[in-house]
């Protein structure tokens, strides 16, 4: 049994987090799966494909993003992502991450194995030295994988709107997430700033701080299962400068019952 109520949220690393007794987080035994559409200019070019298992007080996750219609057309590609951890109190804690790309320029892997504290990072190509060294050397327990960071977002800080900041690994580089609702008047309405920090080339790092990444628009709907637990689901994330281009939710299921989205 869910409720659902459409909103615009933001959400906080540090203030007003839900505490799950052990109870509670074993209690969650849900499987979402969620469904985007990827666009440009107003045109598909890939499908986002999201599913988050709940069993037991852990979290297992697949995401598949590929290429579709336009997007096939200059660059056929596709993305695996999967994640697992366990829902502690107050946060997550992955154990394990791994993503694999697939482009016309051949094939990605990086994998993150969480234990005693520390992340075990394989990277193939592999990364320099030099960048695994800076890596590793700016990494601690609270920079996670973006699927761990997600799931954190939607399920601790439900009732924290418009407010946080986030560093954010994948295995390669890390890159924050601030939100940002003092500069709009609209409460439907959050920003998120995007900023590279670590492992991005120097010509990055000079193409960001020349004209850096424009704060993106981004949705929330409100999901409360079995009358109690409260997810936030992305339903969109806009640009709101340059090129158009979003993420939209196009279907949401509940073990395999589906929402209606109006």
């Known amino acids: 049994m869910f409720d659902i109520i459409t909103c615009n949220v933001y959400a906080s690393s540090q203030n007003n987090q839900i505490n799950y007794d052990i109870n509670d987080r074993y209690f969650i035994d849900e499987q ?6 990827i666009k440009s200019l107003g045109l598909k070019i890939a499908k986002l494909d999201f599913e988050v298992n709940f ?3 852990q979290y297992f996750s697949n995401t598949i993003i590929e290429t579709q219609g336009i997007g096939d057309f200059f660059s056929s590609s596709i993305w695996t992502f999967s994640a697992r951890g366990v829902l502690k109190n107050n946060n997550i804690q ?3 991450y791994n993503n694999h790309i697939e ?6 892997h990086v994998s993150i194995v969480y234990n005693n504290n520390k992340q075990n990072i394989l990277t193939r190509p592999i990364l320099s030295e030099e960048k695994y060294k800076t890596l590793m050397n700016n990494i601690n327990n609270e920079v996670i994988d973006p699927i761990s960071t997600l799931l954190e977002i939607s399920m601790y800080h439900p009732e924290d709107i418009c407010t946080g900041y986030w560093e954010i690994t994948d295995g390669r580089r890390i890159f924050s997430v601030e939100f940002d609702k003092s500069q709009i008047n609209d409460s439907n309405l959050c920003y998120v700033t995007y900023k590279p920090l670590i492992g991005f080339t120097d010509k990055e790092m000079e193409k960001y701080r020349d004209t850096p990444t424009p704060p993106f628009q981004v949705n929330f709907v409100k999901i409360t299962l079995k009358n109690k637990y409260v997810f936030l689901i992305p339903t969109s994330v806009s640009t709101t400068d340059g090129a158009s281009g979003s993420i939209d939710l196009t279907s949401i299921k509940i073990n395999g019952e589906s929402v209606n989205l109006n």
């Open 94 to 96: 992955p154990k394990f």
């Open 103 to 108: 482009t016309k320029k051949g094939v990605g």
């Open 55 to 57: 069993d037991k007080a």
């Open 32 to 37: 979402l799966n969620l469904s985007y559409d």
